[in-house]
C-alpha cells in the first residue's frame, strides 16, 4: 500500500487519540466548575446544548440524508445513554468517590465494549484485545497510583463505584452498538440527533437545580470553561470519536479511552497542582501500549 494509504489508515487512530485528549481535559473542567456549583444536570445540558448549537453549521455540508425515522430513534435513545445517564452517573460518583477511583473504573470501558459488541455479534473478542484492554487498565491504575484506592473520610457506601460502572456500560452500549449505524449514516446527523436527545433528557433535571437562574452565579472563569466543554470536549471530540467508531471496530475505537484519564491526571497535575504518581510514566506507557496492541496486526497487513 501507498505511503499516502499508509497516512489516510492513521488518521482514524490520531482522531481517537485526540478526542481521548480532549476528553480528559473536560474531567479537569468539570472538576473545576464542580467545586463551586453542584449542578450536575445543568452543567450537562449546556455542554450539549451548545455543543449542538456548534454542529449545526456543518448540516449544510452534508450531502447524506436524514436516517429513516427508525434509526433516529435509535440514535435518540443511544444519546439519552451516553449524554444524559452517563453524565448523570459520572456526576453524581464523584460526590461519593475520589476522581481518580472512578478513573480507574472509567477505564473498564474497553473490555466492557469488547464483551457487549461480542455478545450482540457486532465485534470479535480476540485475545489480543483483551489482553491490550487489560493492559490498558493496569496502566491507568499505575498512573492514578494509590491514592485511587484511598478512601473517603465518612464514605463506607459502594453507591458512587456502583454508578460509576453503570456509566461505564452506558459508555460501553454506546460504542457497541453505534459503530454499526454509524458506517451507514451522516456522523453530523447522528451526533447531533444523539446530543439533543441527551441534552433534553437531562434539561429535565436541570430545573431542580435551579436551571436557568442558577447560570447567573456563573463567573466569566466558569463560562470559558463550559464553552471548552462544549466545544473542544463535546461537538468536536465526540465527532471525532463517532468518525474513529465509523472506520474501526468498537474494540479498536474504545481502546483508546483509557487514554482519557491519564491525560486528566496530566492536565490535573498542570492546572491544579494535584500530585502525580512516580508511577506516571509506567502508566502511560501501558495506557498507550493498549492502543497500539490491539491494531498492530491491522498496520502489519497495510505494510
Excluded at 492513521?10 to 480528559?24: E, I, K, N, R, W
Excluded at 473498564?108 to 489480543?128: F, K, N
Excluded at 493492559?135 to 460509576?164: C, M, N, R, Y
Amino acid at each position: 500500500m501507498t505511503q499516502n494509504a499508509t497516512l489516510a489508515a492513521s488518521f482514524p487512530h490520531l482522531a481517537l487519540s485526540g478526542s481521548s485528549v480532549m476528553l480528559g481535559m473536560s474531567f479537569v473542567a468539570i472538576r473545576i466548575i464542580m467545586d463551586q456549583h453542584s449542578v450536575p444536570a445543568t452543567l450537562g445540558f449546556l455542554r450539549y446544548g451548545l455543543a449542538v448549537l456548534m454542529l449545526l453549521p456543518l448540516l449544510f455540508y452534508v450531502r447524506r440524508p436524514i436516517p429513516p425515522l427508525k434509526i433516529s430513534l435509535a440514535f435518540c435513545c443511544l444519546g439519552i445513554m451516553q449524554f444524559g445517564f452517563f453524565h448523570l452517573f459520572v456526576n453524581t460518583a464523584l460526590e461519593e468517590i475520589p476522581a481518580s477511583r472512578g478513573a480507574v473504573i472509567f477505564s473498564l470501558i474497553p473490555i466492557m465494549t469488547m464483551l457487549i459488541a461480542a455478545m450482540v455479534g457486532r465485534d470479535r473478542l480476540t485475545p489480543v484485545n483483551l489482553f491490550a484492554a487489560i493492559l490498558s487498565i493496569i496502566g491507568v491504575s499505575l498512573a492514578i497510583g494509590e491514592k485511587a484506592f484511598q478512601d473517603q473520610p465518612g464514605s463506607h457506601s459502594w453507591t458512587g463505584e456502583i454508578l460509576f460502572f453503570m456509566a461505564v456500560c452506558c459508555g460501553a452500549t454506546y460504542n457497541a452498538f453505534s459503530s454499526s449505524l454509524l458506517k451507514v449514516h451522516s456522523i453530523v446527523h447522528s451526533t447531533i440527533i444523539g446530543m439533543t436527545a441527551g441534552s433534553t433528557f437531562i434539561l429535565l433535571f436541570s430545573f431542580s437545580e435551579g436551571f436557568p437562574a442558577v447560570t447567573q452565579t456563573f463567573s466569566a472563569e466558569d463560562w470559558l470553561w463550559i464553552l471548552y466543554l462544549a466545544g473542544p470536549a463535546a461537538a468536536l471530540s465526540l465527532f471525532l470519536f463517532n468518525w474513529g467508531l465509523q472506520q474501526l471496530s468498537p474494540s479498536k475505537a474504545a481502546i483508546y479511552v483509557p487514554l482519557a484519564p491519564v491525560a486528566a491526571s496530566m492536565f490535573g497535575a498542570v492546572l491544579l497542582g494535584e500530585e502525580l504518581s512516580r508511577l506516571f510514566l509506567i502508566g502511560l506507557t501501558l495506557a498507550i501500549a493498549g492502543p497500539i496492541l490491539t491494531n498492530w496486526k491491522a498496520k502489519q497487513k497495510i505494510k
